[in-house]
């Protein structure tokens, strides 16, 4: 077999999150994932460092792409308006793969250790926005009010996504709930 | 010695706490603190299933009162109204612990899995409150959304508490910041 597949990361992927919703996550064996998408061990171990990193990969362009759409807001532009863009760009960049995102919840949920690895990604996400919105000149515990509860927004949009059959577009979701945040926050 | 030991949780609390920042979290034996605070390890677990749990005891009387609090509003109360008493009512129990809430803190963040398990303990207090504003007829989303910007709030205020040197009435600072939550939504 050689060195390069086509699309060896995408088989990788759906094969992995196929046999995770069928046997779960920790009856799989990476030996089986290769399998499944008709390659090797040794071509999994060029894409992922392990078979939790199936769930978790592309954090850092995550991160990246939050700190950078923060950074890019008008300098006019209050701290959660900064948030709501970058959380829609986040959005945006799952776009189509609403299946895929449905699957990897539903393994998430079915595992402690799964779920905890989310909450420390959330976390770190809420990090990096508050640190890009500190970069701005905003106070830290606005830019931490800002960020945490952007994240907090983020979370509804993104499960009323997986849930609602007739919602299909993220950015917009979270678009509306964060106009949601703000009738909450104002108890109105 | 005796079986009955006055104060010997506190007693042991305080020895543990000590012990975990001289020597660190990991670097800390159940023997060691029992030696320090002057009793038994028999003593130190009939009080704590492990030293972990001296750092996260009492969140079964934290979720139990968040839950009365927010049954407790008057109906007329807005849900972050009713979120903002219970984290008020949350923070009047940790009162004048200051001093004891700083070592913790300093002993969680210096240590990984510390901090992702006080996440998990962040992330059950919001399920508990988005649980008991449904059951006050709040719809989903709206309970999920006011009970995590609430969670993010109270993170904000404990942070000031702890760091702040003038500061030291909690639930003030609980009521301030979700002053400042409804500013930073609404973008003022």
Redesign the interface.
């Given at each position: 077999m050689g060195r390069w597949e086509p699309n060896a990361h995408g088989r990788l992927e759906r094969a992995a999150l196929e046999l995770y919703c069928e046997r779960g996550f920790e009856q799989t064996t990476v030996a089986e994932i290769a399998k499944r998408a008709g390659l090797t061990e040794r071509t999994f171990f060029r894409h992922f460092a392990d078979k939790r990193e199936v769930l978790f990969a592309g954090s850092g362009e995550l991160h990246a792409l939050l700190e950078r759409t923060v950074a890019a807001a008008p300098g006019d532009v209050?701290?959660?308006?900064a948030v709501s863009a970058a959380l829609e760009a986040a959005g945006a960049t799952l776009g189509d793969r609403r299946e895929r995102s449905r699957r990897r919840q539903a393994v998430i949920d079915a595992n402690p250790e799964l779920r905890?690895r989310e909450?420390?990604k959330l976390?770190s996400l809420a990090s990096t926005i508050a640190c890009a919105l500190r970069a701005r000149g905003v106070p830290r515990?606005?830019a931490?009010?800002?960020a945490?509860?952007g994240?907090?927004?983020f979370?509804?949009a993104f499960?009323?996504w997986l849930t609602e059959v007739d919602r299909d577009d993220l950015p917009r979701l979270v678009r509306e709930?964060f106009d949601?945040?703000?009738a909450?926050?104002?108890?109105?």
């Open positions: 209050t701290p959660i308006e905890e909450l420390i976390a515990p606005t931490t009010l800002a945490e509860a994240i907090a927004v979370k509804v499960e009323r709930s949601e945040l703000r909450v926050a104002t108890g109105r």
